[in-house]
């Protein structure tokens, strides 16, 4: 499981005066770069490999200025050119936010899916121990 | 339904050349807007009554910096407490982001769901129309 | 002068109640997509020219979600390879922010300042006028 | 000196491929969280003091998603009811982007800017060595 320490934002605030719900997904991406490289190794855009293809988040608690979070994203399902993320959001102990992530292995050249390699399935794996 | 006109922005990119996926929760909550006034008509924060609970997108085709995006937002269901809001994001004819958000009408101050008023829902239920 | 409206989204606003200044920048550049366009006429990336080199923004008077602002856009001023935006914000007739962005015209590839061409400078200076 | 290090973010980049110029002014924002603090000691929104009134930004060099980015930020000049930051982005040793920010101490309720106290100002003070 990949834990990503942020802290959060002034501008990540909303009016009612906590963290707005869009920097949810914005946080969940964010706790995704250690498997975007596992598609593009230097993360660079020249290769980038990785299609969403739907979220799903609960928003179970609030999230406040104050304190840092941990986002935590494992994988949560492997299949044959697309897998499932699963990924949660704690503050001071209480889980704010869980959600999953699906990303398709995608050719933006062919526009077509690909299959993922034995070399990727074997990293991907290797992060679905929660 | 609503439909609210978006012209996409440089910022709103990433590296891949297209509108980043995070962008689709910001573009849909702005979708909401006429919704959020039923609740709190002058848009002010002092009595904001709305807490957000689930959203779930598809991303079902690339959104470009090019053309306008046409955010489509109508009322799905109607609850004792909650309710449940449809979306769409077309560009160029294109069906580009489906989605569901899910509200509770919260009192912020006792930390409780309120029931929905007739008044509101009666507002609501103007906005189910497809 | 370019007139670009916009309607502030709630995630635009912060803890103290109004716009958050960092999307006072964000809005500008929103207002200089026409800008953009005498570049890269049909806004793609592929051979994208500008380079932002400054920025300086007064921010005057508060911004609010409630209603919709209006960016003013123009040139200030051109140079070999480079020139400068004068931008303003308005909400309900009143100045909320003044700025000005320069950019220079880039080569993104062989990494040099190039001159703008005779058609470029006859485009910006027909945004000119206030 | 405050040293923030931060990570960049797929949706901070745009479709030049760089991390997008209004992402610097955000960053900046982040690296004055200590500075923020010594006005609302908890970060609470509930008696913010303060009111930004320039910015003034160079971008110098491009920024990347591949490494972290430290935000330099410490304490320029200090007035009677204002005081300026001075701040700086780097990566991989290159000064990225430097800059000014200027806040007042704003009293949000009466609408006026008050004296810094002494022991603002001594805070204040603790932060000018760069």
Redesign the interface.
């Known amino acids: 499981m990949i834990d990503?320490i942020i802290?959060p934002?002034?501008?990540e605030?909303?009016?009612?005066?906590?963290i707005?719900?869009?920097?949810v997904?914005?946080w969940f991406?964010?706790g995704r770069?250690k498997i975007?490289s596992i598609f593009s190794p230097?993360?660079?855009?020249k290769k980038?490999k990785l299609?969403?293809?739907?979220?799903?988040?609960?928003?179970t608690d609030q999230l406040f200025?104050?304190d840092d979070v941990h986002i935590k994203t494992w994988i949560e399902k492997i299949g044959k050119t697309s897998f499932q993320i699963g990924e949660r959001i704690e503050q001071t102990g209480r889980i704010c936010a869980k959600g999953t992530a699906t990303y398709v292995n995608y050719n933006?050249r062919n526009k077509q899916p690909e299959k993922l390699s034995d070399n990727v399935k074997k990293s991907l794996e290797a992060l679905t121990i929660k």
């Open positions: 990503t802290t934002r002034v501008s605030t909303d009016g009612v005066g906590h707005n719900n869009v920097f997904p914005i991406e964010a770069r975007f230097d993360l660079s855009f980038w299609a969403l293809v739907n979220i799903n988040v609960d928003y200025l104050k933006f």
